[in-house]
C-alpha cells in the first residue's frame, strides 16, 4: 500500500528515464511528495562560487542541473473531491516498475468520501526509441455510481514556482555535501508559451548558463461518457482540464505525450519546432506503437546485458533493477556525460566525477558499446577546457575536473576535489578498454589518442625525478580516490594509474604511426608532439615511485599514510557514520581511515602489477579500516576479497553495493540512484565472481562462484562476438550467440570459442578460500620501520561532558 513516510525512496527507485530525460517515481497527483523532480542530461545553470577566503586558480564557476517543467502531474476529482493518496481510502494500491519494458504502472482502487468506488490505472514511459519523447496514460472508471470526474492535466515550473501553492520544501539537518546547491533567484526566464486544441508549449532560457529549453504537450481522451475540455497557458503552467460526467462502468482514458528539447545555444523558438516534430510524429505512429518500440528496445537491451544467479530470486531482481539503472542514466546521454545520479535526482548537483569511467563506462563498453563510445566521445570534447583547467594549475598537458557538467571544475573544495589529479588517468583507462575490447581504431585515431597525449604531458610535468641511488620519479601533492586522506605525496594509486596513462600513451602513438601514418602525422600537427616527450614518458613510466613499507609487507596508501594513527572503527558509535557529517575533515585527515578502498582498487586495476601474497596482505591490511561511506568503497573490495580468497566477506560487500539503493544503506536514495554503484554490481558480478580480467587482449577468466549459487551467467561483447558466459562450481562454459568466435584464456590455459558448439572447461574448485574476514590492520603493538607503535583511537565527542 502507498506509505507516505517512504516517499523519498520510492521516487527515486520508481524514476524512468532514458540517460536525457529522467522523472522522479513522483505520484500523479503531485502533493504528495519528498522531492519534485524532472531532469534533462546536462542541462544546468551556473553560479558564482563565493569562497570565504580565494586563492589563484580556485574554481569559480558553479554548475546545477535544473529541476525543469514538471508534466507528471495528473490531478484527478471525483465528486469535486481530490484523489489525496496520504488521506485516501484506498482500497487497492501497486506500484510496479517492469524492468521488461521499463513502464512504470500504478493500479488503485479508491473509495470517495461518498463512498464511490473508482478505479485508477496509470502509465509512465521514458521512450528509448525516442530520446525526446516521454508518454503517460490515465485510466479512471467509477465503479458504483455516476459522478462528475474532473482530470487536471499540467505543467508546472517547480524550478521556480516551487509548487502550485507557492510553498517551500522542507530543509534542515546536518550540512551533506552530496546534495544540490538551492537556487535563491529565478533560473528559467519565459520566453514563449503557447496553447491550442490538444497542445500546449512552453519555452525558457537559464538566467546565467543561457540554456535553452522548450517543452511541449499533447493530450487526447478516450470515453463514451460525455465531456469537455479547457486549456489554460501562462508563463509557468499549462493546464487541460477535461471534465467528464462519468457513468459507472464506462472507462475513461488520457493519453499525454510530451516532448522536451534542450539546447546550449539554440533558440527556444527552434527547440519549439523539434518539440512539435516529436509530437506530431507519435501522431502519425500511435501512442500503442511506442510502447512496443519501448519493449523490443528492451529486449535487446536485456539479450546483451542480462546476469543471471541461479537459485537467487531475490538476488536476481535486485541485480536487474541494477542494470535497468544504467540504461536509465546513459542509453540516450548523446552529446553529454553519466551523472553520479543520472537522472533521477538532484544529488551532486547532476556532476560527472572519475567514477563514471572507472565503474559504468566498462559495464557499456562490453555491452553496448556505442554507448560506451558516446560517453568517452563527450569526455573528448572536454579536452579544450581540460587544456585551459592544466594551465591555471600550471600545468602543461590536460587535466579533467573532478565534477563538472560544462567542462569547468565545479569543486569548491579543492583538497578532496581538484587534488583528485587521477581522473586524468581514469578517463585514460576507459578509453583503453574501449578500444580494446571493441577494435574501434578509428575512435582512437580520432578522439583518443588526443586525450592520451594531453593527459601524459600532464604527468610528465606534473611529477619530479629525486635520485637516491637510482633515479625515482615522484607525483606530490594530490589526493587518491579516498576523500578521507588528502593533499599526499606519491598516492600508490594515483602513480600506478599515472604509469599506466603514460605507457598506454607511448603505445597509441607508436601504434598510430605504424598503422595510420596518415593520421598520426595529423595528430602531431594539431598537438605539437615531438619524439623526446614520448621516450620521456616511457622513463617516466618505468622510474614511477610506488610505495611500499617492507617492515609491514603491504602498500602504503601514500608515501606518509603510515606516520597517521589508525582510526578504531569498531568502537566508532554508529550515530557518528558517516564520518564526514559529524567530523571536521582535519580531525579525519590525521588518522589511517579511508572512505572507500583506494590501494584495494589499484589491485583491481592494475592486478597484473602485484603478486598475490602482495594483493592478500594490502587487502588485508586495508579492510579494517576502510568506512564504507562511500557506496564505491564495497564493489572493489567484494572483487579483491574474492581474488585474494575470503569468499563470505566477498559476497557480504556485493549484497551491500547491491541493495544500497534499495534497501536505503547510505540514507541518501532520496537524492538519486548511485549509478556508479549500480555499474558496479556488474563488476562485482562479471570480474568478482565470474573471475574476468582484461588485462591484455584476451579475456582471461579465474572464477569466485559463491557457494550458495548454482550458477551465474553473463555476456560479454568482444569486438563482434557476444560470449555467453556460464560459471558453475566445477566447469566454465563458454558459447558465441553472435560473431565468429574469441578466444579466451582459463587459469592460463588458451580456449578458442567458436560460432558452432559451446566449450566447456572443468575447474579445480573456485580459488583460495579463506574464512572470516581479516583482523586490525595494526594490532595492538605493530611497529613501525622507525620503531614507533601505532595505535588505535576514536577521536573524542566534542559534545560530550569533559
Avoid at 158 to 171: A, C, H, I
Avoid at 308 to 331: D, K, S, T
Avoid at 361 to 371: A, D, G, I, N, Q
Avoid at 723 to 749: M, Y
Wanted: aromatic share 10%.
Amino acid at each position: 500500500m502507498f506509505d507516505a513516510d517512504d516517499l523519498g525512496r520510492t521516487e527515486a527507485l520508481f524514476a524512468v528515464g532514458n540517460g536525457y530525460l529522467g522523472l522522479r517515481g513522483n505520484v500523479e497527483e503531485g502533493r504528495d511528495r519528498y522531492a519534485h523532480g524532472t531532469f534533462i542530461n546536462g542541462f544546468h545553470e551556473t553560479w558564482t562560487i563565493r569562497h570565504a577566503e580565494a586563492a589563484y586558480g580556485f574554481a569559480h564557476t558553479g554548475q546545477t542541473i535544473v529541476n525543469v517543467p514538471d508534466t507528471k502531474v495528473l490531478r484527478l476529482y471525483v465528486d469535486d473531491e481530490p484523489l489525496l493518496l496520504s488521506v485516501a481510502d484506498l482500497v487497492a494500491y501497486e506500484r510496479t516498475l517492469d524492468l521488461a519494458d521499463g513502464v512504470l504502472t500504478r493500479d488503485l482502487v479508491w473509495r470517495t468520501p461518498s463512498g464511490n468506488r473508482v478505479r485508477v490505472r496509470s502509465r509512465r514511459m521514458v521512450s528509448f526509441t525516442q530520446r525526446h519523447l516521454a508518454v503517460y496514460t490515465f485510466d479512471v472508471t467509477v465503479l458504483d455510481a455516476p459522478a462528475p470526474v474532473v482530470v487536471s492535466s499540467q505543467v508546472i515550473n517547480r524550478q521556480d514556482g516551487l509548487d502550485e501553492y507557492r510553498t517551500k520544501p522542507k530543509s534542515g539537518g546536518v550540512p551533506d555535501p552530496r546534495r544540490a546547491w538551492a537556487f535563491e533567484e529565478r533560473v528559467l526566464q519565459p520566453i514563449l508559451q503557447w496553447g491550442g486544441g490538444d497542445r500546449a508549449v512552453l519555452g525558457y532560457q537559464c538566467t546565467h548558463s543561457g540554456m535553452t529549453l522548450a517543452v511541449a504537450t499533447d493530450h487526447r481522451i478516450e470515453t463514451e461518457n460525455e465531456y469537455e475540455v479547457l486549456t489554460q497557458v501562462e508563463q509557468d503552467v499549462a493546464k487541460h482540464v477535461f471534465r467528464i460526467r462519468a457513468q459507472p462502468g464506462r472507462p475513461i482514458r488520457i493519453t499525454k505525450t510530451v516532448s522536451y528539447h534542450t539546447s546550449r545555444n539554440v533558440p527556444a523558438r527552434e527547440l519549439v519546432d523539434r518539440c512539435r516534430r516529436t509530437l506530431d510524429r507519435v501522431l502519425d505512429e500511435g501512442v500503442e506503437k511506442q510502447f512496443a518500440d519501448q519493449r523490443g528496445w528492451m529486449d535487446a537491451y536485456w539479450a546483451r546485458s542480462d546476469v543471471e544467479v541461479e537459485g537467487q530470486p531475490e538476488l536476481q531482481q535486485a541485480i536487474r533493477w541494477n542494470l535497468f539503472q544504467l540504461a536509465a542514466a546513459a542509453a540516450r546521454a548523446e552529446g553529454t556525460g553519466i551523472s553520479a545520479k543520472g537522472v533521477t535526482g538532484s544529488g551532486y548537483g547532476g556532476h560527472y566525477f572519475w567514477d563514471s569511467e572507472i565503474y559504468v563506462v566498462p559495464f557499456f563498453v562490453y555491452t553496448s558499446p556505442v554507448v560506451a563510445r558516446n560517453a568517452l566521445r563527450f569526455r573528448c570534447t572536454m579536452l579544450p577546457a581540460a587544456r585551459d583547467r592544466a594551465q591555471e594549475v600550471t600545468q602543461r598537458g590536460a587535466l579533467f575536473p573532478w565534477r563538472t557538467i560544462n567542462g569547468e571544475e565545479a569543486s569548491a573544495y579543492y583538497a578532496a576535489g581538484t587534488a583528485q589529479y587521477h581522473i586524468d588517468a581514469d578517463i585514460s583507462y576507459a578509453v583503453s578498454k574501449y578500444v580494446q575490447a571493441t577494435g574501434d581504431e578509428e575512435f582512437m585515431a580520432q578522439d583518443g589518442v588526443d586525450v592520451l597525449v594531453e593527459t601524459a604531458r600532464m604527468w610528465a610535468d606534473l611529477g619530479f625525478w629525486r635520485g637516491n641511488g637510482a633515479d625515482t620519479f615522484h607525483i606530490h601533492g594530490v589526493t587518491g580516490p579516498d576523500e578521507y586522506t588528502t593533499v599526499v605525496n606519491d598516492n600508490l594509486y594515483t602513480n600506478v594509474m599515472a604509469r599506466f596513462n603514460l605507457r598506454r600513451a607511448v603505445r597509441a602513438v607508436t601504434e598510430l604511426e605504424r598503422d595510420r601514418p596518415v593520421e598520426h602525422a595529423r595528430m602531431v600537427a594539431r598537438l605539437g608532439l615531438v619524439d623526446d616527450e614520448v621516450l620521456e614518458w616511457s622513463r617516466v613510466a618505468d622510474a614511477m615511485a610506488i610505495p611500499y613499507d617492507a617492515n609491514l609487507g603491504i602498500h602504503p596508501q601514500d608515501s606518509s599514510f603510515h606516520e597517521r594513527e589508525v582510526w578504531d572503527l569498531r568502537n566508532t558509535p554508529a550515530d557518528k557514520r558517516p564520518l564526514m557529517l559529524h567530523y571536521h575533515p582535519l580531525v579525519i585527515y590525521r588518522f589511517q581511515v579511508l572512505k572507500q578502498a583506494d590501494v584495494v582498487l589499484a589491485l583491481f586495476l592494475q592486478g597484473e602489477y602485484f603478486t598475490a601474497e602482495q594483493k592478500r596482505a594490502d587487502f588485508e591490511y586495508y579492510e579494517p579500516i576502510t568506512t564504507g561511506d562511500s557506496t564505491l568503497s564495497g564493489i572493489v573490495q567484494s572483487i579483491v576479497a574474492a581474488e585474494v580468497g575470503y569468499h563470505a566477506l566477498a559476497l557480504r560487500h556485493f549484497h551491500e553495493s547491491l541493495f544500497v539503493d534499495l534497501a536505503d544503506l547510505h540514507a541518501n536514495t532520496a537524492d538519486g540512484v548511485h549509478v556508479a554503484s549500480a555499474g558496479g554490481v556488474w563488476g562485482a558480478l562479471v570480474h568478482g565472481f565470474g573471475g574476468m580480467r582484461d588485462d591484455v587482449p584476451e579475456l582471461s577468466f579465474d572464477p569466485r562462484l559463491p557457494d550458495a549459487w548454482p550458477s551465474l551467467t553473463f555476456r560479454l561483447t568482444v569486438r563482434d562476438t557476444r560470449l555467453l558466459v556460464t560459471v558453475r562450481a566445477d566447469s566454465i562454459t563458454f558459447a558465441a550467440e553472435t560473431g565468429d568466435g574469441a578466444a579466451v584464456t582459463v587459469r592460463g590455459r588458451r580456449v578458442v570459442v567458436d560460432s558452432q558448439d559451446p566449450v566447456t572447461v572443468l575447474l579445480d574448485g573456485q580459488g583460495p578460500r579463506l574464512e572470516g574476514e581479516p583482523g586490525a590492520a595494526a594490532p595492538p603493538g605493530t611497529h613501525r620501520a622507525d620503531g614507533t607503535v601505532i595505535t588505535a583511537s576514536v577521536p573524542h565527542d566534542t559534545g560530550s561532558d569533559s
